[in-house]
T-cell receptor, first 113, second 118 residues
């Protein structure tokens, strides 16, 4: 019951910007968009989150469209160590005032030398 | 300390064995989670503990039994598992549960326990 859609895979040249898209057309007005990544055989790692405005931190930038139906994660200068599966996540209502993080299929980003 | 520590890192168990996975965090987080991840698949939520109480059970078979003895510790007790239960088991914690206000809370994940059932 993931509420996001991402391309299954993308390639990027080392040193170039990686732009990872995500569709979340059913997102409600007060829901955040979260991005995590998972490097092979490691636990998922938080990258960034956003609500309406664009966000930037030391790892990445997040661009959210005005209608909030989609977003793009930008890694400005991709390195080989950025090769990972990137997950765009929106919180899911589990009922009884409980919510949960449900992972979609994610995008495998491969950074090539 | 921003770590979630899981032990053991690897576990091989027979179908008649009883074993436990352990997860620990010392960040004062009040929500803890168990996820199961099969190869080349995304993590799947199993259980959520909010303030030491089980708040979400994603219809997990009873051969998996979670326990939260205190706010820092989360266990997953395993009994009579099947080979198809072999997977990476991930623990996570967050400062507060994913509450109904839509507020932000970040989840920190451990490195997982690689479980093989033989």
């Amino acid at each position: 019951d993931a509420k996001t859609t991402q391309p299954p895979s993308m390639d990027c040249a080392e040193g170039r910007a990686a732009n990872l898209p995500c569709n979340h057309s059913t997102i409600s007005g007060n829901e955040y968009v979260y991005w995590y990544r998972q490097i092979h055989s490691q636990g998922p790692q938080y990258i960034i989150h956003g609500l309406k405005n664009n966000e930037t931190n030391e790892m990445a930038s997040l661009i959210i469209t005005e209608d909030r139906k989609s977003s793009t994660l930008i890694l400005p200068h991709a390195t080989l160590r950025d090769t990972a599966v990137y997950y765009c996540i929106v919180r899911v209502d589990s009922g009884g005032s409980n919510y949960k993080l449900t992972f979609g299929k994610g995008t495998l980003l491969t950074v090539n030398p | 300390d921003t770590e979630v520590t899981q032990t053991p890192k690897h576990l091989v168990m027979g179908m008649t064995n009883k074993k436990s996975l352990k997860c620990e965090q010392h960040m004062g987080h009040r929500a803890m989670y168990w996820y199961k991840q099969k190869a080349k698949k995304p993590p799947e939520l199993m259980f959520v503990y909010s303030y030491e109480k089980l708040s979400i059970n994603e219809s997990v078979p009873s051969r998996f039994s979670p326990e939260c003895p205190n706010s820092s510790l989360l266990n997953l007790h395993l009994h009579a598992l099947q080979p198809e239960d072999s997977a990476l088991y991930l623990c996570a914690s967050s400062p507060v549960p994913w509450a109904g206000t839509g507020g932000y809370t970040e989840a920190f994940f451990g490195q997982g326990t690689r479980l093989t059932v033989v």
